[in-house]
């Protein structure tokens, strides 16, 4: 296997920048690595080579004649199916939509092409991106690269699973209740949830939804922030979208963290999570301390969490999809998304005012918890990587899951704050499993965020240790 598919982004960048090598043939390395892969794992589910090929040398040709180049100029990327490709089947994961080609891009899609990527297909998704575990009625499952018999997470699955496995350098991705940092941390990868509005989303059925975010993967802190480079910024489509410039993310992640005050919390006060879990990231606490930071045992409170996420995810969720059934017959869609639509529609209106005015008491507490502590640090789940068969998690400890996303609540709880949050690789247990380290940080402090990652990525380089298909 080529080295090129185990270079960072900005590794790969830079050479080709350089003229080092081409993006034709850093392009044709990754094709040879889905190759060999891809049929094992099923990550990449709209494979299109030649139109990759075609658009790597049209992207040699350019540099050539000395044209200004893109952030991400010559980068292969595979595309989460749930963003509109223009061209491109984009299939949601659902029968309904199996052979459906958008005629125009999402913007993230329109942005990552005009930073100079090359686009090589599509990633795999759960229904409609609903639930943390990658599998579907049209392409099938996806698996987990460091243990075939094991679920990738969700609903950014596929995208990791390409990641961890040498297939693309980055990938796209989109976060409600966890879709961006769940499959990083099951597949040694890094998913960060950027503030609502970092990422402007378009088109998008309500603007001013701050629930789901459209984000970035990579195997690095760094590949995170140069992809950011791409994807961030304003756009006047997008009325919460922020107008910080992308160009944030260019600046260098080193940061001296001496004081810095931490809080871990093992499980926010209210949450069962799996002693595996736990022992490994504790493990890794010491990390901190060695980097200057002052780490102490705390949690916000967290009350009324559970409730405000499963009513606003309803009430989305009943937007999203009620006119889908109606054209389409809800019978075609899965049970899950079903019975979250039913929910949705059994609201009131006094409950989702209630649910937004606890929402806002959450925000506050946390707020001001976190002016006493710059960052909080918690599992990314609560539970390890579980068995492929399995639709969900049905118990944790002993404690009932009693719907299919009660298990994701170690990223649910943060979603509904608004905060910064980023899943980085913080080892693995006993059997092999990775297990990611939940960093959150203050409103908008995205680049923060970044930073602490990275100075514990230096530390512990668990972004190293390649998936064992990977070796054989």
């Avoid at 390409?162 to 209740?177: E, R, V």
């Avoid at 980085?424 to 059997?431: A, R």
Wanted: proline share 7%; with cysteine; net charge negative.
């Amino acid at each position: 296997m080529s080295d090129l598919v185990w270079m960072t982004a900005v590794e790969l960048a830079a050479l080709i920048k350089r003229g080092e090598v081409s993006a034709t043939e850093v392009l044709q390395a990754h094709l040879d690595q889905i190759d060999a892969l891809n049929p094992k794992l099923n990550a990449i589910v709209t494979y299109l080579p030649e139109l990759a090929l075609e658009r790597a040398r049209q992207a040699d040709e350019k540099q050539a004649r000395g044209e200004e180049l893109g952030v991400l100029h010559g980068l292969p990327i595979a595309h989460k199916d749930a963003f509109e490709t223009a061209g491109i089947r984009t299939t949601w994961g659902s029968p309904v939509f199996s052979d459906y080609v958008p005629a125009a891009d999402d913007l993230i899609i329109a942005r990552l092409k005009a930073a100079g990527c090359i686009t090589l297909g599509k990633t795999n998704v759960p229904e409609f991106g609903a639930g943390s575990h990658t599998f579907n009625r049209v392409f099938g499952a996806t698996r987990n690269p460091y243990d075939l018999s094991r679920t990738c997470g969700g609903s950014s699955g596929g995208a990791a699973v390409a990641l961890a496995a040498g297939m693309i350098p980055i990938a796209d991705g989109s976060d409600m209740g966890g879709s961006l940092r769940n499959p990083a941390s099951f597949c040694n990868v890094v998913g960060l949830r950027p503030s609502p509005g970092r990422v402007p989303g378009y088109p998008k059925a309500n603007a001013w939804e701050t629930l789901g975010v459209a984000g970035p993967m990579g195997r690095t802190a760094q590949d995170v922030a140069l992809m950011l480079q791409a994807i961030a910024g304003y756009d006047p489509r997008a009325p919460i979208s922020l107008t910080e410039p992308p160009s944030l993310f260019a600046q260098p992640l080193e940061r001296d963290f001496a004081a810095v005050k931490i809080a871990w919390s093992p499980d926010l006060g209210l949450l069962p999570v799996e002693p595996s879990v736990s022992a490994t990231i504790e493990k890794q606490l010491t990390v901190f301390s060695d980097l200057g930071c002052q780490v102490e045992q705390a949690a916000p409170d967290f009350r009324d969490a559970y409730d405000i996420f499963q009513t606003l995810r309803a009430w989305s969720f009943e937007l999203s999809f009620s006119e889908h059934f109606a054209e389409h017959g809800e019978e075609r869609f899965k049970d899950t998304i079903r019975w979250n639509v039913a929910q949705g529609k059994r609201l009131t209106g006094a409950q989702v005012s209630r649910a937004e005015a606890k929402r806002t008491e959450l925000f506050q507490r946390v707020r001001e918890f976190l002016d006493t502590y710059e960052f909080l640090l918690l599992p990314t789940t609560q539970a390890p990587p579980f068995l492929i068969e399995w639709e969900y998690p049905t118990q944790i400890n002993g404690v009932a899951m009693e719907t299919y996303i009660d298990w994701m609540m170690s990223c649910a709880f943060i979603t509904i704050t608004g905060m910064p949050a980023i899943s980085t690789p913080c080892g693995f247990t006993d059997d092999g499993l990775p297990i990611g380290l939940q960093i959150v940080g203050r409103p908008r402090a995205d680049f923060a965020v970044l930073q602490l990652a990275y100075a514990f990525q230096e530390a512990t380089r668990f972004y190293q240790r390649k998936p064992p298909i990977c070796n054989m």
